[in-house]
């Protein structure tokens, strides 16, 4: 899943690793009720990023399961290289849309010092192989990041860079995947409670 709403969030920060970065009350109570929603799904372990947004989230979905949160690094947000703390818009106007161009690999992204998208698909695929060995046919929730979680998306579906760009985890959101026989399979993108889905829009 990714964490609730943080303050990068509404201001449109890349906030990166930068430390202090917390949930808005938004944020807390996204995780507060994924929490509670999470309930029937029998979770056996919680993994949590390091970062701050993320591991708030995995502490208060783990109260609500009644388990304990273990960190691991895998999961941690995307290196923004020389990007880091600054606003979106003034990224763009200088460097042109670089998500599209994280997502399709170009060279300027590593230039200015950012993971590639291929690095944090071999850490997350890694982070996988190790929960499908640990915890055979359990339920594992993996709270994390925007783009660890479009790089297993991408994985399973061999999305091109436009479709990554245009697709938005939501805050707070469930992405399911399955694993039977070796194989992944992706089963939902952004599960979540019911009163979140504005259907007048």
């Known amino acids: 899943m990714r964490h609730g709403q943080a303050i990068n969030n509404t201001k449109r920060l890349l906030a990166g690793r930068t430390p202090g970065v917390p949930l808005t009350e938004v944020g807390i109570d996204q995780a507060e009720k994924i929490g509670k929603f999470l309930k029937p799904f029998n979770i056996s372990a919680i993994y949590s990023s390091p970062i701050e947004r993320a591991e708030k989230t995995a502490e208060i979905v783990a109260k609500h399961n009644s388990i304990d949160y ?24 200088k460097h042109g849309n670089v998500f599209l161009k994280f997502y399709d690999g170009e ?79 992706l089963s939902a993108i952004n599960v979540m409670n019911a009163e979140r889905f504005d259907l007048n829009i």
């Open 70 to 93: 273990k960190i691991d690094e895998r999961l941690i947000e995307l290196d923004m290289g020389k990007f880091t703390g600054m606003p979106y818009d003034a990224i763009f106007e």
């Open 107 to 185: 060279l300027e992204i590593a230039h200015n010092g950012v993971e590639t998208f291929t690095q944090v698909k071999n850490r997350v695929l890694s982070m996988i192989d190790y929960v499908i060995k640990e915890h055979e046919n359990k339920n594992i929730l993996l709270v994390t990041h925007m783009d660890p979680i479009k790089a297993m998306i991408s994985t399973i579906m061999e999305a091109n860079a436009n479709s990554m760009f245009e697709l938005i985890i939501e805050n707070g959101s469930l992405t399911v995947f399955k694993e039977h026989q070796g194989k992944l399979s």
